[in-house]
């Protein structure tokens, strides 16, 4: 049987301000180091407002990405630390995803029997 690694071996790597879907779509928009106004960032996450601004804030307040204001919206673009936090992050979840195929590939299926829970 293959060994397991815990999940927490993985928490140094995997980074709680991206941990949320919106969140680390925005990074990921915003790889490329383009500028980028709220009103496309919200086309792109597909997300209402106030929403997409708490998220821009988080991200923000952790210095992942900065903006420039600007009339009549702000413009945003990632940060050399984000850059850096992003791609931790994705090489983190690259190795649970290897981790898990590895897993599974080692994991015979069985049926459960009936009556019995598993």
């Not at 383009?34 to 997300?47: G, K, L, S």
């Given at each position: 049987m293959a060994e397991h690694r815990a999940v927490g071996d993985y928490d140094h790597a995997l980074n709680r301000a991206l941990s949320h879907?919106?969140?680390?779509?925005?990074?990921?928009?915003?790889?490329?180091?383009?500028?980028?106004?709220?009103?496309?960032?919200?086309?792109?996450?597909?997300?209402?407002?106030?929403?997409?601004?708490?998220?821009?804030?988080?991200?923000?307040?952790?210095?992942?990405?900065?903006?420039?204001?600007?009339?009549p919206t702000h413009y945003w673009r990632i940060t050399p630390l984000g850059c850096t936090r992003l791609t931790d992050h994705v090489t983190a979840l690259e190795a649970m995803v290897t981790r898990v195929r590895r897993i599974l590939a080692d994991t015979t299926p069985t049926t459960p029997t009936q009556g019995r829970t598993p």
């Open positions: 879907p919106i969140r680390l779509f925005i990074v990921t928009y915003l790889a490329d180091g383009a500028w980028r106004d709220t009103a496309a960032i919200r086309a792109e996450t597909d997300t209402a407002a106030q929403t997409l601004t708490g998220h821009l804030a988080r991200l923000r307040a952790v210095g992942y990405i900065e903006a420039r204001p600007g009339q």
